[in-house]
């Protein structure tokens, strides 16, 4: 407070290199303001145009999808596991089409989704893989840093998150010559650097936007990267807690992968139950939080038009159990 800086400044930069070589290998880091900034950049450099089909889980907060209306892109929603709720590898693979422009992943509450299968899909049919690692600061898969697996990460700092600058977001780009395209993009189109220095050319070549960065959130960012191992350790030991006691419960199934390739970030402790709301009551009788964090995308009236994907999926699927109960139902007769 005591600088001159309290828009995009020095701050920035600093928290930039800092994210930089704590989860990306120093792989440039672009600090807008909200993971959905990011997001929206992510599927502007990855070329995504009007009518371009991009795959992108059913169940993840809106705004992995809402930035894909701005562009006007058509969504195929794929089907999730439920035993870790991340994209169906085999459904993904389904709804490749000569259309699809893009495959969005998203690591539910922190637990990375299956890297090496997703990156076989991207590069055998030469499509981008983007990530919304909005739950997953921390994470890593096969004991590499997320940010290896593909072009394009975007991560959030909104109030909840693991790391907040009270709202923010992070784009981190593999490929450096785009990094300064994503950095005139988040300012109106304008080369701040070059501007700062008076030999800005006063021409404007590509559509900007007002997605910057503040000193402000920034500084708290930079303070929040100081202490984040700590809160990490803790919060992996509370998942752990959480997993041990529930799992011995009949009728809670816990949302996880056990598998040592997935180090999870633990931003959300996610449990399977009938009767959510009674339990959701009792838990807040004994004073814990708990709650619905997102919701099928299908089922929101902005997403109707790409509701038929969704009911084709669903109305195979009853279609193969009315075929299963029918054959369990003659063999009982028999």
Known sequence: MRTRWIGQGPKVDQFEKNFSDKFSNGNPCIGVGSGTDALHLAYILAGIKHGDEVITPVFTCTATNIPLLYLGARIKFADVDVNTLNMSIGHVNELITEKTKAIVCVHYGGLPCDMDSLVKLSDRYGIPLIQDSAHAIGAKYNGQVLTEFSDFSCYSFQAIKSITTGDGGMLVLKNKEIAEKAKRMRWFGIDRKKKSKGIWENDITEIGYKYQMTDLAATMGISG????????????????????????????????????KYFH????????????????????????ESNQVHYQNDRYSIFSEYIWIVLKINILFCQCMQKLLSAILIKLLM
Do not use: C, M
């Open 225 to 260: 990267l100081e202490t984040f191992d700590e809160h990490l350790k803790y919060r992996r030991q509370l998942h752990a807690h959480y997993r041990k006691k529930l799992e011995k419960i009949p009728g809670i199934k816990i949302v996880n992968d056990r598998n040592d």
């Open 265 to 288: 970030a633990a931003w959300l402790n996610t449990i399977i139950v009938s009767g959510r709301k009674d339990l959701e009551k009792k838990l807040a009788e004994n004073g814990i």
